[in-house]
């Protein structure tokens, strides 16, 4: 649905130039949700601006339904929706409704189907009765949602999102998650830059991490999270373990943490996984309340990733 191949740009400002984006290259299919993950200033921004078509490439192409963008074949840029940082795409002294039926206007959309469209999706986000309001009185969290709407007036195959859920309220960023849930199971292509990993890790199917312009990882979000859990277990007992108990552990392979005299944890070598037994048979009069694999989550993997050593 969406393919980004090589894309580069630079700046060139009075201290010099900087290379915000260098040859980054991905694929959103329909019905995904690309998590587009990177430290401030990595290029995220950059590289959505060059996918909306809102700034040109100095290299790369990005092709949307197999249509060039960069070559301003307008047939792309109608399959795009966009919510950029700071909802810039509102008129601020226009009217919520009078902003979504300009920009409904502006895609051709008839006049009352442009209404009917931006009444649903108004309700959808809860602010139907802000609907004659003008955007420069609505909170910061209820324009990002009408930028949201806009985005979504001409029901756009690919939909660009950058920190959607800023500065949103947990009401609110719920119903935006669910939004876009409902909207990749519809068949939209997403692609979605957040600084909260945990909204990364619950909507995406695979996830891009950039660092100083490029890309440094891609993979499926599933495959990422179990490649960095490290095969540590967590247990807790219900009764505090006698000190002699918990000596007869350091004789088993592997590493043995006491954490306290109900928590351990328990590393074993690589590949052994009979010896987690041999454990539990030493606490063994003693009830358990917990046996848990380590599970890495996106946050992990992030500090990881991008603090891992490598040239950029
Ligand atoms: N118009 C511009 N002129 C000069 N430099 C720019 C411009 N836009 C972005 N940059 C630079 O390009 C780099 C990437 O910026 P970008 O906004 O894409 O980062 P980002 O990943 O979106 O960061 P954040 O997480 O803070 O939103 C930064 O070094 C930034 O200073
Ligand atoms: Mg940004």
Same mark, same amino acid.
């Given at each position: 649905?969406?393919?980004?191949?090589?894309?580069?740009?630079?700046?060139?400002?009075?201290?010099?130039?900087?290379?915000?984006?260098?040859?980054?290259?991905?694929?959103?299919?329909?019905?995904?949700?690309?998590?587009?993950?990177?430290?401030? &200033?990595?290029?995220?921004?950059?590289?959505?601006?060059?996918?909306?078509?809102?700034?040109?490439?100095?290299?790369?192409?990005?092709?949307?339904?197999?249509?060039?963008?960069?070559?301003?074949?307008?047939?792309?840029?109608?399959?795009?929706?966009?919510?950029?940082?700071?909802?810039?795409?509102?008129?601020?002294?226009?009217?919520?409704?009078?902003?979504?039926?300009?920009? &409904?206007?502006?895609?051709?959309?008839?006049?009352?189907?442009?209404?009917?469209?931006?009444?649903? $999706?108004?309700?959808?986000?809860?602010?139907?009765?802000?609907?004659?309001?003008?955007?420069?009185?609505?909170?910061?969290?209820?324009?990002?949602?009408?930028?949201?709407?806009?985005?979504?007036?001409?029901?756009?195959?690919? $939909?660009?999102?950058?920190?959607?859920?800023?500065?949103?309220?947990?009401?609110?960023?719920?119903?935006?998650?669910?939004?876009?849930?409902?909207?990749?199971?519809?068949?939209?292509?997403? $692609?979605?830059?957040?600084?909260?990993? %945990?909204?990364?890790?619950?909507?995406?199917?695979?996830?891009?991490?950039?660092?100083?312009?490029? $890309?440094? #990882?891609? %993979?499926?979000?599933?495959?990422?999270?179990?490649?960095?859990?490290?095969?540590?277990?967590?247990?807790?007992?219900?009764?505090?373990?006698?000190?002699?108990?918990?000596?007869?552990?350091?004789?088993?392979?592997?590493?043995?943490?006491?954490?306290?005299?109900?928590?351990?944890?328990?590393?074993?070598? %690589?590949?052994?996984?009979?010896?987690?037994? %041999?454990?539990?048979? #030493?606490?063994?009069?003693?009830?358990?309340?917990?046996?848990?694999?380590?599970?890495?989550?996106?946050?992990?993997?992030?500090?990881?990733?991008?603090?891992?050593?490598?040239?950029?």
């Amino acid at each position: 649905m969406l393919e980004v191949t090589g894309l580069t740009k630079r700046f060139r400002s009075r201290t010099g130039v900087v290379e915000a984006v260098r040859g980054v290259s991905f694929s959103v299919a329909a019905g995904e949700v690309l998590a587009f993950l990177g430290p401030n &200033g990595a290029g995220k921004t950059t590289t959505i601006k060059m996918t909306a078509g809102l700034i040109r490439p100095d290299q790369g192409t990005v092709t949307i339904h197999g249509l060039d963008l960069c070559h301003r074949q307008s047939a792309a840029v109608q399959h795009i929706g966009a919510v950029l940082e700071g909802s810039r795409n509102l008129y601020w002294r226009l009217t919520v409704m009078e902003n979504l039926l300009y920009w &409904g206007a502006m895609r051709r959309i008839p006049y009352r189907q442009a209404r009917l469209r931006a009444m649903d $999706l108004l309700e959808q986000v809860g602010l139907t009765d802000r609907a004659k309001n003008t955007v420069q009185t609505l909170s910061r969290g209820m324009q990002q949602k009408v930028a949201l709407c806009q985005a979504l007036m001409h029901r756009p195959s690919v $939909l660009l999102l950058d920190e959607p859920t800023l500065g949103l309220d947990f009401e609110s960023s719920e119903g935006i998650k669910n939004m876009v849930r409902h909207l990749a199971t519809d068949g939209t292509a997403i $692609l979605l830059t957040t600084h909260q990993l %945990d909204v990364a890790e619950e909507l995406s199917d695979r996830v891009a991490i950039i660092r100083g312009g490029q $890309l440094i #990882l891609e %993979d499926h979000t599933k495959a990422v999270l179990q490649q960095y859990s490290r095969s540590a277990y967590a247990i807790v007992t219900e009764t505090p373990l006698p000190s002699s108990v918990l000596a007869s552990m350091s004789d088993l392979p592997g590493q043995v943490n006491v954490i306290s005299s109900q928590r351990l944890q328990y590393v074993p070598r %690589d590949g052994d996984t009979e010896t987690l037994y %041999d454990l539990l048979g #030493l606490l063994k009069p003693y009830p358990l309340l917990q046996v848990e694999r380590h599970q890495a989550d996106l946050a992990e993997v992030f500090q990881q990733v991008v603090n891992s050593e490598g040239e950029v």
